[in-house]
Structure formats: structure tokens, C-alpha cells
């Protein structure tokens, strides 16, 4: 079975803190994927990635950044928390598979910006 | 136009029925289209996936593809409490590796 882990399923942080949200997985998977979801907009995709040292912006990455230093781990930055980006967080990884792709998603982080 | 729409719901179905979930895509090309069921306070789970014209089934599911209407459905046969859930309708665009979701649709199964 695919496994994918979030470093945190609760956090509360400051405006104007730094926050970090990591994401592992333990299937050799190349594309990592970060969204959020907010009720009544869906998932929107921040970044992802298909390879160790590659990223791609999604749809609304203004105000964060990624990481990815190994293939298992995939890392969203807030670089400056604000209370906007209170939302859930959702990572997911998938092999790179054509069309038949799949992605999986860990179990999300609850992010609460006062 | 949303790239995936989805009716927001509730839809409301009593226990053992026919739940009929839909979704409509406006890319043309799409070729990969994925239901997702998500519980409240949980991450998405893949429950069915679809890449041809007709319908594909896996016990009490089962997805329709139509790609020259451009939409895909999810029955859910003898549908049970345990189905209720929000059903994500997900589409492979042709530009690379994007997944587009539909904001979902509620489904609540009454025994």
C-alpha cells in the first residue's frame, strides 16, 4: 500500500511566522503534489513536482515555496503565515504513469493562522 | 466556465438505493478521470478511475464515461450509511501532470 505522512494534522501559528509543512513518501513515487482545500472552492494545487530538485507552480502558489532535496520528501514553506492561508493542506505523491497516473494523498494538516 | 463542475448537493438517497453522481469538464482532450471519496475530516481516497468511452465497474460502483458530452458519473448501488461522504470528481488535463478537482458533491445515504 502507498503511504504518504504528514509531518503535522493540527497546527497553530502567528501571522507573520514562518511555517513548514513536510510530506513523505515510502512508494519511490516521482511527482509530490501540494493543495489546499477550502470549503466550497475544492482542492487547488500549490506546487508539485516530478523529480528531486524540480518544482512546478500550480494554480495560486503566491505566497509559498517548496522544497524538495529527496525523492520522498516534499516540503510547503509559508513565508510569512497570514490568515488567508488557514486552511487544510493536502499532499499527495504518484508515479509517473502517463495517463494512468494516480495520485494518493497523506491524511492533510489542519493549518490555523491567528 | 470551471474546468469540473459538480453539483455541491446534498444529495440525499435513502439506504439501498441508486446514488447517481455527476461531473462535467470543459477540456475536450482530458483523458483521465478519477472519483475520489473524501469523509468529513479526512484526505481524499481514490475509489475508481476511467480512461475509455462506456462504463467501468468495481462492485457497488460504477463510473460513465461520455467524452463527447464531455461528463463522467459514479453510481453507487445499494447505497449504505457508510457512503455518505463528499465524492470528488478529479480530471487529467493535457498539460502534464495536473489533477483539476470539482469542489465535490455531498452525498448523504438516510437508513
Known amino acids: 500500500d502507498v503511504k504518504v505522512t504528514q509531518s503535522s494534522r493540527y497546527l497553530v501559528k502567528r501571522t507573520g511566522e514562518k511555517v513548514f509543512l513536510e510530506c513523505v513518501q515510502d512508494?519511490?513515487?516521482?511527482?509530490m503534489f501540494w493543495y489546499r482545500q477550502d470549503p466550497g472552492l475544492g482542492l487547488r494545487l500549490i506546487y508539485f513536482?516530478?523529480?528531486?530538485?524540480?518544482?512546478e507552480k500550480g494554480d495560486i502558489p503566491e505566497g509559498y515555496s517548496v522544497s524538495r532535496e529527496k525523492k520522498e520528501r516534499f516540503s510547503l514553506i509559508l513565508e510569512s503565515a497570514s490568515t488567508n492561508q488557514t486552511s487544510m493542506y493536502l499532499c499527495?505523491?504518484?508515479?509517473?504513469?502517463?495517463?494512468?497516473?494516480?495520485?494518493?494523498f497523506g491524511p492533510g494538516t489542519r493549518l490555523l493562522v491567528l | 466556465q470551471k474546468e469540473v463542475e459538480q453539483n455541491s448537493g446534498p444529495l440525499s438517497v435513502p439506504e439501498g438505493a441508486i446514488a447517481s453522481l455527476n461531473c462535467t469538464y470543459s477540456d475536450r482532450v482530458s483523458q483521465s478521470f478519477f472519483w475520489y471519496r473524501q469523509y468529513s475530516g479526512k484526505s481524499p481516497e481514490l475509489i475508481m478511475s476511467i480512461y475509455s468511452n462506456g462504463d467501468k465497474e468495481d462492485g457497488r460502483f460504477t463510473a460513465q464515461l461520455n467524452k463527447a458530452s464531455q461528463y463522467v458519473s459514479l453510481l453507487i448501488r445499494d447505497s449504505q450509511p457508510s457512503d455518505s461522504a463528499t465524492y470528488l470528481c478529479a480530471v487529467k488535463t493535457r498539460y502534464g501532470n495536473k489533477l483539476v478537482f470539482g469542489a465535490g458533491t455531498i452525498l448523504r445515504v438516510k437508513s
Open positions: 513536482s516530478y523529480d528531486v530538485k524540480m518544482k
Open positions: 499527495a505523491s504518484s508515479l509517473m504513469d502517463g495517463y494512468q497516473e494516480t495520485q494518493y
Open positions: 512508494m519511490d513515487h516521482e511527482n
